[in-house]
């Protein structure tokens, strides 16, 4: 599975794997964020710090949520298409169900992952020509489950990635970064506070340019989360953009939800 999230994918096509490239779902996902700037400032890092912890906090507090997602990914030096999908995370245990919605070659593929439940495997069935395969069961970081992700599906969510984002700021990478914080940025009716990190001295070690994060400034938690790295040339090339829309804070899930026998799912 690919995701921070999340998708998985078997040899061919198989849960959310397809590199193929929808112009439509492109521009649908460039233009979820609007700036309407109302000035910016520069952090310190451990302003930066004090910032991460507290988005970390809140979101540690939240029992789950469910939310639309647009994730586009570079695996292995190669960009990956965005795809789009409908995801519910639960906390603890830790379980995600994922049901993609596009690009139309991954549609309708589902895949389900609950920490010690159904063999610590990802659940997953594919939809089309591919169909006929039924229900399969994955090694969350086996080859099968990894090709065409960046991430198992054990790193998927908002969490996932923050802990990330915390661990390089923790690394006194900082020091060497220029942050800057600006507020009046819009993505889908939510305003954020927007976040940028820029990496002054570009190694393959810490392996980025530049980080952007929004985080919902009613709310608290983190909305999208992008990376830019430098290739050979010095020219800034997108590593992964994980977007989050439409979520809904402790909907209340179940383990109901995370069962491939709910009739609401496909398999």
């Known amino acids: 599975m690919k995701w921070l999230v999340l998708s998985t994918c078997l040899p061919l096509l198989l849960i959310g794997c397809s590199t193929h490239m929808d112009p439509r779902l492109e521009r649908e996902a460039e233009g979820l964020i609007r700036h309407d700037a109302q000035g910016g400032q520069e952090l310190t890092p451990q302003a930066l710090q004090d910032f991460v912890t507290r988005v970390l906090l809140r979101t540690r507090k939240i029992r789950g949520y469910r939310c639309t997602i647009y994730k586009r990914e570079r695996v292995q030096g190669e960009l990956l298409g965005t795809q789009k999908a409908r995801l519910d995370i639960r906390h603890e245990p830790f379980s995600v169900h994922i049901r993609f919605l596009a690009p139309s070659a991954v549609a309708g593929e589902e895949a389900i992952y609950v920490a010690g439940r159904y063999d610590d495997k ?26 065409g992700n960046r991430y198992p599906i054990t790193d998927a969510g908002m969490l996932r990635l923050l802990e990330k984002f915390d661990a390089i700021c923790r690394s006194g990478v900082l020091d060497h970064c ?24 570009p190694r393959p070690d810490p392996g980025f340019s530049r980080i952007v994060l929004l985080v919902d400034a009613d709310e608290g938690v983190l909305l999208h989360y992008e990376v830019q790295a430098l290739q050979e040339g010095a020219c800034e090339v997108l590593v992964e953009r994980h977007t989050f829309t439409d979520v809904l804070l402790d909907p209340g899930l179940v383990d109901r939800d995370f069962d491939p026998e709910n009739p609401a799912y496909g398999y």
């Not at 169909?131 to 080859?143: A, E, I, M, R, Y």
């Not at 954020?192 to 001295?201: D, K, M």
């Open 122 to 147: 990802i659940v997953a069935h594919s939809t089309g020509l591919l169909g006929w395969l039924g229900t399969v069961h994955l090694d969350p970081g086996g080859s099968m489950a990894m090709k």
């Open 178 to 201: 220029a942050i800057t914080s600006e507020e009046g940025v819009v993505l889908e009716g939510r305003t954020c506070v927007r976040v940028e990190v820029r990496n002054l001295h």
